[in-house]
């Protein structure tokens, strides 16, 4: 590579601006105190202030990259490095939640630390060969996957050949390929509306996307949803939106976003605690597996009609009654307690698609006073009271109902079905809606939901109280 045109400088960090382009952060389109917050969230500025302090400034192979990009002097490579000096040579920057983070240099070494030394490059393009070529195989923090990934659908939006794409990254082209189409489907994530704490999560440049991103190479998964996207990462257009909406936010928040009391994520890339990532699909994702069979139906083949005598008149067809897509028509005998005759009048008559928490909490209390209603009427209510003590709750009923030795049901079948239900994803969903922190539940979730909670409800109700 041709260095003539690189120049030797020394810069004041207050003068420099930080790159909204940093491949390290999703940062397009912040202002330089939003990238500065950023920066100490996600890429350890306050640990990296202390250890200048501590060294008394810049190491000096530690050279900055700089350019004049829109007439302002922009940091190239070492944006953590500038962010730093900018906030210890002046704390008026340092963002409110990291005061008591960020150390404070004294007199003499904010003097030093005026000029530092930098190299000029030419251009962003020049620049970038030499940036990738330092995160890809020096010792210096490297880039996350993520990092990576956006690098390279950047470097291609610039209209960059993917060869030298893949050479700056010590990469070949087809794994650039792949870099850029999981950047496209990761960026489909981040526009499905999410709360401030859950975008915080998706947006941290450590996030480890694989086992979100996994299932769309997996050959197995691939056989059950299709191609839901293209070679690229975009959207395959013959699949319904919301459909697909719904099954990237369910398994999103699955392989993403750790759960409040673990810690860990639901979905890895060997599957969940409960089985395969094919059985996750199966069990979590049969709205999109059945869109897929719809794509894939053959066409049905008319023949030519032929000429026929016009039929009499019919009387007009009554209304086609809309489907029951949650508990639009569910109804108990007025016989049972009466708590479960008014929680059924509520869920049957609440717009789920309009009150989509209200009728989560609806359904779970629903399941909750049916099953206790049950025990009472079993005469089992006493041997559960003392199996669960103080954790008196859904999960204790189910826990209690779901053993066989119990003998709770009648029939084995309610009992493998409220078993099934207790081991599945979509009770933690249900769960989530009281416990967790991230207790938000969509229409699509509860759809989920229902096939499960209504078929043990209407089984206890038919076949137990009849």
């Known amino acids: 590579m041709d260095f003539s045109d690189w120049q ?13 382009e940093n491949p390290r952060i999703a940062a397009k389109g912040l202002d330089q105190a939003e990238i500065r917050e950023l920066l100490l969230e996600h890429e350890g500025v306050a640990d990296l202030a202390h250890k200048i302090i501590k060294a008394g400034g810049l190491f000096p192979h530690d050279l900055l990259i700089v350019g004049t990009l829109a007439e302002r002097l922009t940091v190239l490579e070492g944006n953590r490095r500038i962010a730093a000096l900018q906030m210890l040579l002046d704390p008026s920057l340092i963002p409110d939640a990291f005061r008591d ?17 930098a190299v000029l490059a030419p251009d962003r393009g020049a620049a970038d060969h030499v940036i990738a070529r330092i995160h890809a195989f020096s010792a210096r ?13 950047s470097r291609r939006e610039e209209k960059e050949s993917l060869p030298q794409i893949a050479d700056d990254l010590g990469s ?3 794994e650039v390929r792949k870099f850029i189409r999981r950047y496209n489907i990761y960026r489909e994530v981040l526009t499905l509306g999410w709360s401030d704490e859950e975008e915080a999560v998706l947006r941290g440049d450590e996030l480890p996307v694989t086992p979100f991103l ?11 949803i299709g191609d839901v996207f293209d070679a690229e990462g975009h959207r395959n257009p013959k699949y319904n939106r919301d459909t697909v909406n719904a099954s990237l936010k369910k398994l999103a928040r ?28 199966q069990q979590n994702h049969q709205e999109l597996i059945a869109e897929r069979t719809r794509i894939d139906a053959p066409v049905p083949q008319t023949p030519p009609s032929q000429p026929s005598p016009t039929p009499p008149r019919l009387p007009p067809r009554p209304p086609a009654r809309k489907p029951n897509e949650f508990f639009e028509s569910f109804s108990v005998p007025k016989t049972v307690d009466q708590r479960i005759v008014t929680i059924t009048y509520e869920i049957s008559r609440l717009d789920y698609k309009k009150f989509p928490i209200a009728a989560g909490m609806l359904l779970r209390a629903l399941l909750e ?25 859904l999960a204790s009923l189910i826990s209690f109902c779901a053993v066989k030795s119990n003998r709770v049901f009648s029939d084995h079948k309610t009992t493998d079905a409220l078993t099934r239900f207790h081991s599945s994803p979509v009770k933690r969903d249900l769960d989530n809606i009281v416990h967790n922190r991230y207790g ?15 078929g043990i409800i209407e089984s206890v109700i038919r076949d137990e109280w009849s």
């Open 214 to 224: 996994y299932p769309f190479e997996r050959t197995p998964v691939r056989a059950l």
């Open 254 to 281: 699955d392989a993403l976003i750790p759960e409040t009391l673990t810690g860990r994520s639901v979905l890895s890339t060997r599957g969940t605690g409960e089985g395969s990532i094919e059985l996750y699909f």
């Open 8 to 20: 030797q400088t020394a810069v004041n960090p207050l003068a420099v601006q930080l790159d909204d």
């Open 141 to 153: 923090k490297g880039w996350s996957p993520l990092a990576k990934y956006r690098y390279a659908h």
């Open 172 to 174: 070949d082209v087809s």
């Open 101 to 117: 983070k960020v150390p404070r240099a004294d007199g003499d070494l904010r003097q030093r630390l005026q000029a530092v030394p």
């Open 369 to 393: 006073e049916t099953l206790r209603e049950h025990l009472k009427l079993k005469d089992k209510w006493d041997s559960y009271k003392k199996e669960a003590g103080a954790h008196d709750g």
């Open 440 to 454: 938000l539940i969509r229409k699509e979730g509860l759809i989920l939901i229902k096939p499960y909670v209504r």
